[in-house]
């Protein structure tokens, strides 16, 4: 017994160090494999620790589980790069339905005996997890375009809102009091469940990257309880990492949106302004064809690429690496400029640029890029949109007035692929496809620049 005890310890304490240096190994690109190897291997440790466990009586029921994790959890880790926010999303949505179904069990288990600090830690356990697990259905359904991407909002929503929060708590904070009451324990579930829909519904697609690190830092917090509720080390240290993590990656997108975390939660940021909308799409645009683009570019001595979610959703990276590969044969300068919520979740084009083999050198942030973009002569925007848009500097009026963007106006020369006119996550429109300066290049973005890439190759061979 005391054997297993020692081994049980020592695995917990070898899977702490590990998701510790996991956390600080992925924070530069130059050591993030070894991140997630440690990682993976920490969790490894953590359930092999947990299978010396002296509680289980019968492994037939574990053995069954782990088959039927490998069989979900496989196709999920298989999935193309442009579905891996909600993929993210669909594994916040799984711990935060463990962290409840373990919760719920040890309730049970153990009323109406429970002390009042250990009733209080599962009450936060189970609110957090329950609105955690549908919260992160909806993100990952908005994401998914199965749901609408626009907010879907109601008179006195927020009221509404705060009322079933404050309710939940009020409901656990009786149980605390009074832990017998079998009855209300499923009501703040089913409470905690529909307040994770109510808070994601009005959320626009504009802010699901900051949505899926909030609701991370939610399951890392639910899961830092049930550490307490398990008595686990292990899982107060793994959930506290996550939980402040997620938070801290939540603050920061928040900043990169020049953004309260109220506005974000309760702003439903994100709403069509159709109006305004319909009304400035009627101003011509200059467009350009392939070869047009591809013989401003081949003139060009400094060229920044700026990447969205259309290049992502095009799957356009590797005609974007060889597009990168024909201009630096020429002898042209080029980067590429990341905006800190560019795509749908944290990374994204740093991930998807990554999976071309794109030279990380290459990739700047927008505090070190803005600078260059008035000495730059071709600014080549692949599906990017909001992140783009001038308006955020110039226009008071505008929803994202305030935030952050990308100078790419101030180039000589820019060029937007985009499939339409259609605005982007935040409905509105882009006063920088009206400039003079500026060529739409109409199209599917994999297809236009593989495009550019052939006629630059046929240019090389005159």
């Not at 994770?196 to 899961?223: F, R, W």
């Not at 980067?335 to 290459?362: C, Q, T």
């Not at 982007?424 to 739409?440: C, E, H, Q, R, V």
Request: aromatic share 8%; net charge neutral; charged share 15%.
């Amino acid at each position: 017994m005391i054997r297993s005890e020692y081994i049980i310890e020592l695995a917990y304490l070898v899977a702490t160090a590990l998701f510790i240096l996991a956390l600080k190994w992925l924070s530069s690109p130059s050591t993030a494999r070894r991140g997630v190897r440690a990682g993976e291997l920490g969790m490894l440790m953590a359930i092999v620790g947990t299978l010396y466990h002296h509680g289980i009586v019968d492994y037939r029921w574990i053995a069954i589980a782990l088959v039927l994790g490998t069989i979900i959890g496989v196709p999920l880790g298989m999935v193309h790069m442009t579905a891996v926010p909600q993929r993210t999303a669909l594994s916040h949505a799984f711990g935060a339905l463990c962290v409840t179904l373990v919760g719920t069990a040890e309730y049970y288990l153990h009323a109406p005996q429970v002390d009042r600090f250990m009733m209080a830690v599962l009450g936060l356990e189970v609110i957090l997890g329950s609105l955690t697990f549908t919260g992160s259905l909806m993100a990952a359904g908005k994401l998914q375009e199965v749901l609408p991407q626009r907010p879907i909002t109601f008179q006195g929503q927020n009221l509404v809102n705060l009322v079933i929060l404050a309710l939940a708590v009020a409901l656990a904070a009786c149980l605390v009091v009074s832990p017998g009451q079998t009855w209300l324990f499923p009501v703040i579930v089913v409470i905690g469940l529909v307040f994770g829909v109510l808070m994601i519904i009005p959320i626009g697609g504009a802010d699901m990257p900051t949505v899926i690190s909030l609701l991370n830092s939610y399951a890392g917090l639910s899961a830092a309880a049930m550490g307490f509720v398990l008595d686990s080390k292990l899982l107060i240290i793994a959930g506290a990492l996550d939980g402040a993590s997620g938070f801290i990656l939540s603050v920061n997108m928040s900043k990169a949106m020049n953004r309260s975390f109220t506005n974000v939660l309760f702003g439903a940021f994100g709403q069509a302004q159709a109006g305004v909308a319909g009304t400035q799409q009627a101003r011509p645009v200059r467009s350009a064809t392939a070869d047009e683009a591809a013989a401003i570019l081949a003139a060009a001595s400094k060229v920044v690429i700026v990447p969205g979610y259309g290049m992502a959703v095009a799957q356009a990276q590797h005609k974007v690496r060889e597009l990168f590969d024909a201009l630096t044969r020429r002898g042209v300068d080029v980067k590429f400029a990341i905006h800190p919520v560019a795509g749908r979740m944290p990374g994204h084009m740093n991930v998807l640029l990554a999976e071309a083999d794109i030279p990380y050198d290459h990739l700047m942030g927008m505090e070190d890029i803005n600078g260059d973009f008035p000495q730059t002569d071709v600014a080549l925007v692949i599906g990017a949109n909001d992140v783009t848009n001038p308006a955020a500097r110039n226009d008071a009026s505008s929803p994202i007035y305030g935030m952050p963007i990308l100078d790419v106006d101030k180039a000589r020369t820019v060029m937007v692929i985009k499939r339409g006119m259609s605005p982007g996550f935040a409905g509105i429109d882009n006063p920088l496809y009206y400039l003079d300066k500026t060529l739409m290049l109409f199209g599917d973005a994999r297809a236009f620049v593989g495009g550019i890439v052939r006629e630059l190759a046929g240019g090389d061979h005159h």
